[in-house]
Nanobody, 122 residues
Framework: QVQLVESGGGLVQHGGSLRLSCVVSGSIFGINTMGWYRQAPGKQRELVATITRTGSTNYADSAKGRFTISRDNAKKTVYLQMNSLKPEDTAVYYC????????????????WGQGTQVTVSS
């Protein structure tokens, strides 16, 4: 069974840093774009950052200059380094990945992690 397992969330003070990790577990045959999204209470889920298989990145305006997304293809892991955190960054952060899960098909499907809570105190 393929799963995305996130870790690294927690409680941090305004201006602090956290590093989120997400590892793909289970048998897969390819990983395309990976990313991080977040959902604050009462709000819709929104993009934070994405990274392609070749390392091209895309950031939400709110993340630019403060967050850095990276990946280790050999470890099937994507990271999100978050610096200068603000109370408005408080949300559940979800990992997302496009995965090829069968050998007989080149189709990639969308998978989500269970989410990890990030809380930034003022």
């Amino acid at each position: 069974q393929v799963q995305l397992v996130e870790s690294g969330g927690g409680l941090v003070q305004h201006g602090g840093s956290l590093r989120l990790s997400c590892v793909v577990s289970g048998s897969i045959f390819g990983i395309n774009t990976m990313g991080w999204y977040r959902q604050a209470p009462g709000k819709q889920r929104e993009l934070v950052a994405t990274i392609t298989r070749t390392g091209s990145t895309n950031y939400a305006d709110s993340a630019k200059g403060r967050f850095t997304i990276s990946r280790d293809n050999a470890k099937k892991t994507v990271y999100l380094q978050m610096n200068s955190l603000k109370p408005e960054d408080t949300a559940v952060y979800y990992c997302n990945a496009d995965l090829r899960v069968t050998m007989i098909s080149y189709r990639y499907n969308d998978y989500w992690g269970q989410g990890t809570q990030v809380t930034v105190s003022s």
